[in-house]
């Protein structure tokens, strides 16, 4: 068993070092960022001080091995626009992408299990139907015109809600928070919202098919010979069992809502992590996108980790499989 | 919708192109979404025609037209429908020029991803071994990170363009088909067709790809005809970013991050309008591929 979780965070190791060569070899081929940091009217012994001061002019190896020398001390190297340590940077704005996903899933989970249940007890219930038809659109829609689409109705034409920033926050635990203030929740809502959709319409259908495989199950059928309240049938029996898959696919969604929280933080201008990285490409600050790309790499890689161990804990078959 | 299915297995003289299409025809609501799709399309094929500009051409647009609400009288004497954007291009036009771009990303990825996918997949599924284990973990890895990393990674090295972006949703969309290839093919190769093409002596190659691929084939459809939307809805995505297309090709995606700015001043249109164009060809394709999944699906047939 040891073996096997040494043998698969060794993996996890080599996948991740094979992902900084990759981004690194891929981010060093695009366009020379010197062109864009100097002024042409500089002259070639200021380019060449320039070249020689962001460590451009040695050979990718070697850049590359600096990069790793690099990533051992937690220095990714300075963004070239902002002139400060490029994890720095990311880190800072890591708050605001964690509490925007965080939010977005528990819209998701707070609306998706009550909704799925409906649909899962009551499949040919008008409700259900109408509820299963707008999560195909939920799959359908694209995050960014959704999110458009939000700000149109909700700001423009109601006026009821702010369209960009975080608005008043609060520092907790030395971290700056939206999520503490009234106005801050303000801001956050519509994002929120418009990320949670996506998810909510996988939470949804998850939770409708789960119900719907455990109702014909023998527990069930005992539960309510033994005459049971429905409710109890429902909220323990069949609940508790369908929250693991559920749990476990949430879990790994979140990974997934910080990535996709790119999309949304540049509609509502979220000043998160997502927002950072697309200035950074349309800048070439080559600095903070590897180091962003790393950060996500290393994010993917522990909660792909993190959730075959468990499942080797929780499932004796893939424990035997993993040693077989 | 199961109905028709025991009459047709009584009808062996029916083709079964005519069979297939009875039952793709059994819902209503697909054959719409068929329909509304061919319209689409042949607006796109047929864009320098139908619409009444070129939006390309700098000699038809007039700057004082710009951002005209929809139903306003152009300079020239004809109506801007659906407005015009900033740059006096008719928004309706514009539209069906940029439907030409996010159509042809998305199904030239889609064939691109298709071939590459499947090849794959088929490879390792019939050599088995130490192929199939590379291939497969390729697969892996690349599952385990979401679309939008992987093709955002790509355009930051890559940089824009038309075909930098078909370039990365191939990247991003060749695994769904090798995964799929894979797991029918290693099902297929069980088969005595299989082992009697094999007892041929044919070559290799011939087995794979003229006796196993044609019979992997209905799963893959399916699979492509829901890669086709997710990549129009990606590349949308991405050009919204600003990672996409180029301005001077605006697809669906890149006309409504334009008019994303002039949203807030009340202009809706300019957003408005493409968005329900893209929506309207994700969604038709979607409904399409949900019962090209009932009817090829042996499993759903009752």
Redesign the interface.
């Known amino acids: 068993m040891s073996h096997w979780i040494f043998r698969r965070a060794l993996q996890a190791l080599s996948v991740i070092v094979a992902m900084s060569v990759i981004v690194f070899v891929a981010v060093s081929v695009i366009g020379n960022p010197v062109d864009l940091l100097i002024s042409p009217s500089a002259d070639l012994a200021e380019r060449t001080r320039v070249v020689a001061g962001l460590g451009l002019d040695q050979p990718l190896w070697r850049q590359y091995f600096n990069f790793l020398r690099g990533i051992t001390e937690g220095n990714f190297g300075r963004s070239f626009v902002y002139n400060e340590p490029s994890l720095k940077l990311i880190l800072q704005r890591f708050p605001a992408t964690f509490e925007l996903a965080v939010a977005a899933l528990l819209i998701a989970v707070v609306i998706g299990i009550p909704l799925g249940l409906y649909a899962g007890l009551r499949p040919e219930a008008k409700v259900s139907r109408i509820v299963m038809a707008t999560s195909i659109v939920g799959f359908s829609l694209p995050t960014f015109w959704v999110g458009i689409m939000l700000i149109m109705i909700f700001s423009v034409q109601l006026g009821w809600l702010p369209t960009t920033g975080r608005g008043a926050t609060v520092a907790v635990l030395g971290v700056e928070w939206s999520f503490f203030t009234a106005d801050g929740l303000r801001h956050l809502l519509m994002p929120a919202l418009n990320l949670a959709l996506f998810k909510l319409s996988l939470v949804l259908r998850l939770t409708r098919a789960a119900v719907q495989e455990t109702l014909p199950m023998d527990f069930i059928k005992f539960a309510r010979a033994q005459g049971l309240s429905p409710a109890r049938v429902v909220w323990v029996h069949v609940l508790k069992n369908i929250m693991i898959p559920i749990v476990t696919v949430i879990g790994l969604e979140l990974g997934s809502t910080i990535a996709f929280a790119v999309v949304t933080e540049s509609v509502f201008a979220w000043p998160g992590m997502g927002k950072l990285i697309i200035d950074s490409i349309n800048t070439l600050d080559r600095p903070v996108i590897v180091a962003y790309l790393m950060v996500i790499v290393v994010l993917f890689t522990a909660i792909n980790l993190i959730v075959d161990l468990l499942y080797t804990l929780l499932d004796p078959r893939v424990r035997l499989e993993a040693q077989g | 919708m199961n109905a028709p299915e025991s009459l047709a297995a009584l009808a062996p003289d029916e083709s079964s192109i005519g069979r297939f299409w009875r039952e793709f025809a059994s819902s209503r609501f697909a054959v719409g979404g068929l329909a509304v799709f061919c319209i689409i399309v042949l607006a796109a094929l047929f864009a320098p025609w139908i619409t009444p500009q070129n939006p390309y051409d700098l000699m038809q647009l007039d700057i004082v037209d710009g951002r005209l609400p929809p139903g306003s009288a152009s300079a020239a004497g004809y109506t801007y429908w659906l407005g015009t954007d900033e740059q006096g291009r008719d928004m309706l036009s514009a539209m069906i020029y940029g439907l030409r771009i996010s159509l042809g990303v998305g199904i030239g990825s889609a064939i691109v991803a298709g071939i590459v996918g499947t090849g794959l997949g088929l490879i390792a599924a019939y050599f088995g071994g130490r192929t199939d284990a590379a291939i497969m973990r390729l697969v892996d890895?690349q599952l385990?990170?979401?679309s939008?990393?992987v093709a955002?990674?790509?355009?930051?090295?890559?940089?824009k363009g038309v075909m930098n972006v078909v370039l990365a949703l191939v990247i991003v969309e060749w695994a769904y088909y090798a995964r799929t290839a894979r797991g029918t093919a290693l099902v297929e190769r069980r088969r005595e067709y299989i082992e009697a093409a094999e007892s041929l002596a044919l070559p290799k190659w011939r087995t794979v790809f003229l006796h196993l691929l044609p019979n992997c084939l209905p799963p893959l459809i399916v699979i492509a005809s829901f890669q086709v939307?997710r990549a129009i809805?990606l590349e949308?995505?991405l050009s919204?970013?600003?990672?996409g297309v180029p301005v001077t090709e605006p697809s669906l995606?890149l006309l409504?991050a334009n008019g994303?700015q002039y949203?807030?001043s009340?202009k809706?249109w300019i957003?408005?309008y493409p968005?329900i164009a893209?929506?309207v060809t994700?969604?038709c394709i979607?409904i399409v591929g949900d019962q090209l999944r009932d009817v090829l699906n042996p499993r759903a047939r009752k």
């Open positions: 890895l385990s990170f979401p939008i990393l955002l990674m790509i355009l930051a090295a890559v940089g939307a809805a949308a995505t919204f970013l600003g990672l995606g409504i994303f949203m807030l009340g809706y957003s408005l968005g893209l929506l994700i969604v979607n």
